[in-house]
């Protein structure tokens, strides 16, 4: 299922926290003793870490990922985490394309139904905040980083290979060169003569 369970326990202080990631530079690993040189020192705040493998910014050990390293380039952050999030929440937008302009309530009820009820009501009620305090940061009229296949230049679509007949000018133009590879497994013998014998048969049937 493309839904992540991760979520924050408050978003207060999300967009502070995007912020903090942009203006500084990356991590070799996210830790908690990075959260805390951000100034994001509470208990709540290690939940980011959670938000952003799920976003896939980094990998489950904490080291940043290529999308981590995009997000840093100010004039497309807005647009790579609008691509985190269709991808993290895909299921979602399966249901809404437009999942990012629904209300709270409307992201709670579709959640509930995703998750088969197997969610709480304060658990989806923190999901549903977090996806929609996300959604408010990114930007989604940009396009999307990888665009459909549908919009994608023809210049993209591989072309049927040309096939020449055998009487093709353009073939009959072309000089034809025969190569043969033949290979030879020799017995165990220690005879020169052995050797010698085959050898001499190959020089006659190849001559």
Known sequence: MALPSAYLATTKNLESFLNALRSAKAPERFTNKFLTQLDFNS???RLYIGVLKALGFIDESGTPRER????LDQTQSGRILADALREAYEDLFAVNTKAHQMTVEEIKNKLKTLTLGQKSENV???MANTFKALADQADWNAPAVTPPAAQRNDADTPKEPVRLSPQSPELAKEKIELHYNIQIHLPESRDPAVFDAIFQALRRHLA
């Open 43 to 45: 208990s709540n705040d």
């Open 68 to 71: 981590y390293y995009q997000f």
């Open 124 to 126: 989806v009620s923190l």
